[in-house]
Nanobody, 123 residues
Framework: QVQLVESGGGLVQAGGSLRLSCAVS????????MGWFREAPGKEREFVSA????????YYADSVKGRFTISRDNAKNTVYLQMNSLKPEDTALYYC????????????????WGQGTQVTVSS
């Protein structure tokens, strides 16, 4: 059974930090590209960041460049999103996703999704 389980969300003040984790089971993690997306109320789900299985390709949305860092631990089947200098506009439900074909920035690139973890940034 494939499972992607996010954790680490919460309520934080503007300027603060959070670290999201996504644990993957039921898939061969070392063959997967992994991505983070977010969905704010009333908005479409948008790309945040992605990392290839080998860590040689890493992508960020312009809105998070310089503030967020994606990483992965292939021994733990886990991908992380370190979020610093958080802003109220980062408030959203954050999803991790797995791409069996490579790594991309489109929702349609991804085959499996987690249930999401809520991040709320207060001003």
């Amino acid at each position: 059974q494939v499972q992607l389980v996010e954790s680490g969300g919460g309520l934080v003040q503007a300027g603060g930090s959070l670290r999201l984790s996504c644990a993957v089971s039921g898939l061969t993690f070392t063959t997967l590209g992994m991505g983070w997306f977010r969905e704010a109320p009333g908005k479409e789900r948008e790309f945040v960041s992605a990392i290839s299985w080998s860590r040689t390709r890493i992508y960020y949305a312009d809105s998070v460049k310089g503030r967020f860092t994606i990483s992965r631990d292939n021994a733990k089947n886990t991908v992380y999103l370190q979020m610093n200098s958080l802003k109220p506009e980062d408030t959203a439900l954050y999803y991790c996703a797995a791409d069996r074909q490579g790594v991309g920035s489109r929702r349609t690139d991804y085959d499996y999704w987690g249930q999401g973890t809520q991040v709320t940034v207060s001003s």
